[in-house]
């Protein structure tokens, strides 16, 4: 399984961006799929996931109500919608997958096998 994320950018406090992830070599739709953010100085931080089979999402609580993951499995591709932007979002956005989560979806760097590169987005006025 190989992903890429895209679709970072500049964007105004209280402003929206779209990231999307496309998986290729595999079936994603039987990969837990997630988001994770690392901010400069910090470490990476898990955001969202989205379990295999069953689409069953989970947030962290800094984003829960303004963040959004998805999956389109005809497209093979993972999103994260991201509303309400703040200044705190500012960040490397890497999505990651790892094999037949249907149940509940892993929120540690360490349980996941294959990552994206990052996309960077930065929320600034």
């Known amino acids: 399984l190989q992903l890429q994320a895209s679709g970072g950018g500049l964007v105004q406090p209280g402003g929206s961006l779209r990231l999307s992830c496309a998986a290729s070599g595999a079936d994603i739709d039987y990969y837990a799929v997630a988001w994770f953010r690392q901010a400069p100085g910090k470490e990476r931080e898990w955001v969202a996931c989205?379990?295999?089979?069953?689409?069953?999402?989970s947030y962290a609580e800094s984003v829960k109500g303004r963040l959004i993951i998805s999956r389109d499995a005809a497209k093979s591709t993972a999103y994260l919608q991201m509303n309400r932007l703040e200044a705190e979002d500012t960040a490397v956005y890497y999505c990651a997958a790892d094999y037949l989560h249907p149940i509940s979806c892993p929120s540690r760097v360490g349980d996941y096998d294959y990552w994206g590169q990052g996309t960077l987005v930065t929320v600034s006025s």
């Open positions: 989205i379990t295999s089979n069953y689409d069953t999402t």
